[in-house]
């Protein structure tokens, strides 16, 4: 695309077009399924009806993020025990993680309810003052997002959203995980690095000034209850995610990013959410959007900066390690 001012800027609609390619051309491989609803819009389901698969997952973290980055998974050790872990690079981490990835547009139809990321967000510009604060928007005549749900939308969801992309609903991919499914653990880990730009973005911060991004986190280990699911997941990045940023100066503000800040740490966030009565609000906000530790590049000065720590004994308490 290009801006007002002239000035070529890339478009996460184009970038992601060879994510969903293999998506579609794989879907036996990858054990997913693709639908195709009777107004043409196609849903790919990555875990509602079918097992999913470590590699599905990961293409849905490169989809959310606009294909603007790689994944690699691996197993790690945590506490002694090994798990299977997340890592990701992220080019164009702002336009990646902030225009895309970010969970900024919750569908609301008469049939389906879901948190929606991904590239489309970017031409319907939810949120707008996100985009705003960024820069940035796209033009595209098809979309791609990505829907956190236990079930599939039907035709009139993906209409909704089709006219409020303002594209033919014909020209619409859908991608549907649950949080609890392989490939939900899969993506809620890749949302590491998004979870720090959104706290810079709240807290006012430059973030023309972060120039590259990387991140991982364990994946969790699947539950059948969504509340529980909900807690690993978020378990995974707040006690043990890990976080590098390459900036154009320093700023005090990185000091206050790691969990370790945020007075409710120190309790699996399931333990935390029934206590609060499953209220939200009743949990610090900081800590939902915090890694475990991240580290902070100063390519001006090239200083290295490291704050916060990785706890596995949470972490294990979480998953329940028997």
Not at 87 to 114: D, E, F, M, N
Request: proline share 5%; with cysteine; net charge negative.
């Amino acid at each position: 695309m290009v801006t007002a001012e002239g000035k070529e800027m890339i478009s996460i609609i184009r970038t992601v077009r060879p994510v969903i390619e293999e998506m579609l051309s794989a879907q036996e491989e990858l054990e997913i399924r693709v639908h195709t609803l009777e107004n043409g819009a196609t849903v790919i389901d990555c875990g509602v009806s079918v097992r999913g698969s470590y590699r599905a997952g990961a293409l849905y973290v490169q989809a959310c993020l606009g294909g603007l980055a790689t994944t690699e998974i691996m197993i790690e050790s945590i506490g002694g025990i090994p798990f299977p872990f997340l890592h990701l690079t992220i080019q164009h981490p702002v336009i990646a993680c902030l225009g895309s990835q970010k969970a900024g547009w919750i569908i609301k139809t008469p049939s389906c309810r879901a948190m929606a990321s991904g590239p489309a967000r970017a031409l319907a510009l939810q949120s707008k003052s996100t985009y705003r604060a960024i820069g940035y928007g796209d033009t595209a005549d098809e979309g791609v997002l990505a829907l956190e749900a236990d079930t599939l939308p039907d035709a009139d969801t993906a209409q909704y959203i089709a006219e409020k992309c303002g594209i033919d609903v014909s020209r619409l991919t859908l991608l549907v995980a649950p949080i609890r499914s392989l490939v939900g653990s899969v993506q809620i880990s890749g949302r590491i690095v998004t979870m720090v730009m959104h706290t810079l973005e709240e807290a006012g911060y430059d973030l023309s000034k972060v120039r590259h991004a990387a991140g991982s986190s364990p994946i969790a280990p699947i539950k059948k209850d969504m509340m529980e699911a909900m807690g690993t997941t978020n378990d995974c990045n707040i006690y043990y995610g890990s976080v590098c940023l390459t900036t154009e100066g320093y700023d005090p503000v990185f000091e206050t990013l790691p969990s370790t800040t945020s007075p409710d740490y120190g309790k699996p966030f399931y333990s935390l959410f029934r206590d609060a009565g499953y209220d939200f609000l009743g949990i610090d906000s900081r800590l939902a959007f915090s890694p475990a530790e991240i580290t902070i590049n100063d390519c001006t000065t090239g200083d290295v900066r490291h704050f916060g720590k990785r706890n596995s004994e949470v972490l294990l308490t979480s998953f329940g390690v028997q």
